[in-house]
């Protein structure tokens, strides 16, 4: 018994840990719960891959038992070999036709998934929303073309619409992937723009994770797409035009920070607008879900963030211990007060676990 146990005692032991695993993991960060048309597709063809290993496990499974017990040395007949075959018609065409069935009934839909999702054909229509999404260490910046504004980390889009993405980087290879929403493209540096589309079928708060390894802070490269009505959509764009960058903040301690900000922040960051990128476009920033895109929005985590960026995220292109941390009790005073829309606050959402 003991040494029965002891065989397969790892065995249970990654059985136990795949089945407590797999319980892991966050609704909106899911490609096996797909609220988008892209991830709707690619579960349909990993829905039939599996189908099709379990169809073929189960035949050889059956015929590997078959075997063993009809061919077993028998009591008294030891010396006894059964019939050898060599060459069989029938057997030979059957595992061969049976495969080149299997890989077709795998094949045709793969093909026609490929063509449809990267299907262009109403990019730049009227009205057809087109966004340019650039790969940063470690941060993703979104910019709507002909609508002179940009975001980052949080992209907003209209439900049930086809919003389509250029996608590139500024240094290396990353890749933006919304496993709830569609499949991953990489973002590459120089002129090779690749695109594809998102389309939310349902409101909601998706989470994104960066899907190639960049950097030393790759694992924290996540953002959120947010998708809200059509309506609404239209009203968050409106909010986002109507940001003035110098609107005096409330406390005096924001006021200050205000001034903090615009001589240290700004040559990188913007509020408002449609800015060039080159750090975070701030606007709307009282309502991102997590500092940094990965670290809970504590006023504390943001002036950690705000001197010690190196700590926080190795490797990112933040300058460390620009301001004192007293004058980023201040910056972080006036960024909690960037409220500049409505749109999706109403939205419930689970943030991934905390870093
Ligand atoms: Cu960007 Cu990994």
Not at 250 to 277: D, K, P, R
Request: aromatic share 10%; proline share 5%; hydrophobic share 40%.
């Amino acid at each position: 018994m003991r040494g029965w146990m002891g065989k397969f005692r790892s065995l249970f032991l990654f059985g136990a840990l795949a089945m407590i695993l797999s319980g892991c993991g966050v609704d909106n960060l899911s490609a096996l719960k797909p609220k988008g048309y892209g991830a709707e597709l690619l579960l349909d063809l990993m829905m039939i891959s599996i189908a099709i290993m379990i169809f073929v496990f189960v035949i050889v499974m059956a015929i590997y038992a078959f075997v063993l017990v009809r061919y077993r040395e028998k009591k008294g007949q030891e010396d006894v070999i059964p019939k050898q075959t060599e060459g069989n018609k029938s057997l030979e065409v059957i595992w061969t036709v049976i495969p080149i069935i299997l890989l077709l009934v795998l094949a045709v839909p793969t093909v026609q998934a490929t063509f449809d999702l990267a299907d262009q054909s109403t990019q730049g229509d009227e009205g057809v929303l087109t966004v340019e999404v650039t790969g940063n260490q470690y941060w993703w910046h979104f910019n709507y073309e002909g609508e002179e504004l940009a975001t980052s980390q949080d992209l907003y889009i209209p439900t049930n619409e086809r919003v389509y993405l250029n996608m590139k980087s500024s240094d290396v290879i990353h890749s933006f992937w919304v496993p709830t929403l569609a499949g991953k493209m990489d973002t590459n540096p120089g002129e090779n723009m690749n695109t594809m589309y998102l389309e939310a079928y349902e409101e909601g708060v998706y989470w994104g994770h960066c899907a190639e390894l960049c950097g030393p802070s790759h694992s924290l490269m996540d953002f959120r797409v947010i998708a809200v009505s059509p309506e609404e959509f239209d009203q968050w764009k409106e909010d986002m035009r109507n940001v003035d960058p110098e609107a005096q903040p409330e406390t005096t301690s924001a006021q200050e920070g205000q001034e903090l900000f615009n001589n240290n922040c700004m040559s990188c960051h913007a509020i408002g607008g449609a800015s060039m990128g080159v750090g975070p476009n701030l606007t709307n920033y009282a309502n991102r879900e997590k500092i940094a895109g990965v670290f809970e929005p504590t006023k504390e985590n943001l002036v950690d963030w705000i001197v010690h960026p190196d700590e926080m995220k190795p490797g990112n292109q933040m300058p460390a211990n620009l301001v004192t941390e007293e004058e980023a009790d201040k910056i972080a005073d006036y960024l909690l007060e960037l409220d500049h829309s409505e749109v999706g606050k109403d939205l419930p959402t689970q943030a991934p676990d905390e870093e």
